[in-house]
């Protein structure tokens, strides 16, 4: 079936201003996720949605980011008055139910963010 | 919250040789440990996990281990061949589903 998929694929956008990132996750996976892998760096995780429950946000590195998931799919990463730190590829990943353990994320192609 | 250390950061083997990369952990209470693979420019993809009720896993050319007492797991790849070229991250799950990743180590194996 189809994997994760993220759009845009490449986002260049000037300092100062608000870019949003999508996520569309494997149909069926309750828990999504979302992370940032900065060049040749590991991954920072940064959101967790987890069905209806509230969101882990522990990993957010400001108030200038935040992230929405809307009827328990879709899942929109927001990032307002961008910085060139803010730089780096957005990856978001689902797995089908992390509750039972059953924790096999799955990560889409991420989105390349450059803040200029 | 959970800490991953992972080591090394670079490994370089030759074609036919095997490759390993050792991860500690800080959290008893994780009981589940996933290894991923990235290549160059692509998405970080899974290639075996292993959960705490076992200490041992093996898939094909590729095994991890666990020991959940010393806290520490490790990865195995044998026979190693140039496409096992990759940078590869251990993970350990923080309480529901929240995965702490190590920083990587870059793998080249070289013909």
């Known amino acids: 079936g189809a994997g994760v998929s993220q759009s845009p694929s490449n986002k260049v956008t000037e300092k100062g201003k608000d870019v949003e990132l999508r996520c569309d996750p494997i149909?069926?996976?309750?828990?999504l996720y979302w992370y940032r892998q900065s060049l040749g760096q590991g991954l920072e995780f940064l959101i967790y949605?987890?069905?209806?429950?509230?969101?882990?946000k522990s990993g957010l590195p400001s108030d200038r980011f935040s992230a929405e998931r809307t009827g328990g799919s879709v899942s929109t990463l927001t990032i307002q008055r961008t910085q060139q730190e803010d730089s780096a590829v957005y990856l978001c990943?689902?797995?089908?139910?992390?509750?039972?353990?059953?924790?096999?994320?799955?990560f889409g192609p991420g989105t390349r963010l450059t803040v200029t | 919250g959970e800490n991953v250390e992972q080591h090394p950061s670079t490994l370089s083997v030759q074609e036919g040789d095997s490759a390993v990369i050792k991860c500690t952990y800080s959290?008893?209470?994780?009981?589940?440990f996933p290894w991923y693979k990235q290549e160059l420019g692509k998405r970080p993809q899974l290639i075996i996990d292993?959960?705490?009720?076992?200490g041992e896993k093996k898939d094909q050319r590729i095994a991890v281990t666990l020991n959940k007492t010393a806290k520490h797991f490790s990865l195995h790849i044998t026979e190693t061949q140039p496409e096992d070229s990759a940078v590869y991250f251990c993970?350990?799950?923080?309480?529901?589903?929240?995965?702490?990743f190590g920083a990587g180590t870059q793998v080249v194996v070289t013909p």
């Open positions: 990943a689902s797995s089908h139910n992390s509750g039972t353990g059953r924790s096999e994320q799955y």
């Open positions: 149909s069926g996976h309750t828990a």
């Open positions: 949605f987890q069905g209806n429950s509230a969101p882990d």
């Open positions: 959290d008893s209470a994780s009981n589940y």
């Open positions: 292993i959960r705490s009720n076992v």
């Open positions: 993970a350990a799950l923080e309480g529901w589903g929240k995965l702490q």
